[in-house]
């Protein structure tokens, strides 16, 4: 998992998200809301088809979903979702792009603690300060917080609703990602005349520069020699991940 950027949408999607968030409101006022078909109905159309890019776009030339980053996304997520928060539904702040095993998975699961949802949103927030990375098993697992004694609650749930330390072709995944970067940075201290900030970055199918660089994974080998041995190419490593 890994944070992004959301970028502006086109005026026409912003003025059709609009159009049908004032239809969302007058059939929920009149007590004729279906909040499934009124989504099926608009997805359909081909400015939800634009949407569905834009999000595409967000996500970089691979397209993988916001959650797993392990899958191409195919699908609009509402990361609020639409049933419970129907005045949501259009909201382009709310959409997410996701595979088809994420949102089966997340369904419509928001858990809350007190007012504050417990969900992380990779749009909003660095998902790296709840969560970590297992380099063994290749799982997503929730932080442990010392300041409280305990696993990150907000890292808990987010594991929990997305099943990140229960999918195994996803945990492949990461670890195939995680061999590779340490294969590089291995190389490098070998000696090696590698452009190393560009290659990480190319290799990076599933965020974890930014928790190898900025999180826990700074003390684990080979990034712990770099950023002992090599203190200038650790901090150009560091700053080409400046917005993760």
Not at 9 to 20: H, M, Q, S, T
Not at 117 to 141: A, H, M, Q, S
Not at 183 to 195: D, E, H, P, T, W
Request: proline letters at 5%; a positive charge; one cysteine or more.
């Amino acid at each position: 998992m890994r944070r992004y950027k959301r970028v502006p949408l086109d005026g026409a999607a912003k003025a059709y998200l609009r159009k049908r968030r004032s239809r969302v409101n007058a059939r929920r006022a009149a007590g004729n809301l279906n909040s499934d078909s009124e989504w099926n109905g608009a997805r359909q159309t081909k400015t939800m088809d634009r949407v569905l890019a834009q999000l595409q776009a967000m996500a970089g030339p691979r397209q993988r979903c916001t959650y797993c980053l392990d899958s191409h996304g195919t699908d609009i997520e509402h990361f609020w979702p639409k049933g419970a928060y129907p005045t949501l539904m259009f909201r382009w702040s709310n959409l997410l792009l996701c595979c088809t095993d994420c949102g089966r998975i997340k369904g419509a699961q928001f858990p809350f603690a007190g007012h504050r949802p417990l969900l992380v949103n990779p749009v909003k927030e660095d998902p790296w300060r709840y969560l970590e990375f297992d380099p063994i098993t290749g799982n997503l697992t929730a932080r442990y917080d010392n300041t409280i004694n305990d696993y990150d609650p907000k890292g808990e749930a987010t594991v929990d609703a997305l099943h990140l330390d229960k999918r195994e072709a996803m945990s492949l995944g990461y670890l195939t990602t995680w061999r590779r970067l340490t294969k590089m940075v291995q190389r490098f201290l070998a000696g090696a005349a590698i452009s190393l900030p560009n290659e990480l970055i190319e290799a990076d199918d599933h965020g974890l520069l930014c928790w190898a660089f900025h999180h826990a994974g700074q003390n684990e080998a080979p990034f712990k020699e770099l950023r002992q041995h090599h203190p200038a190419v650790w901090a150009a490593c560091r700053a080409s991940l400046a917005n993760c």
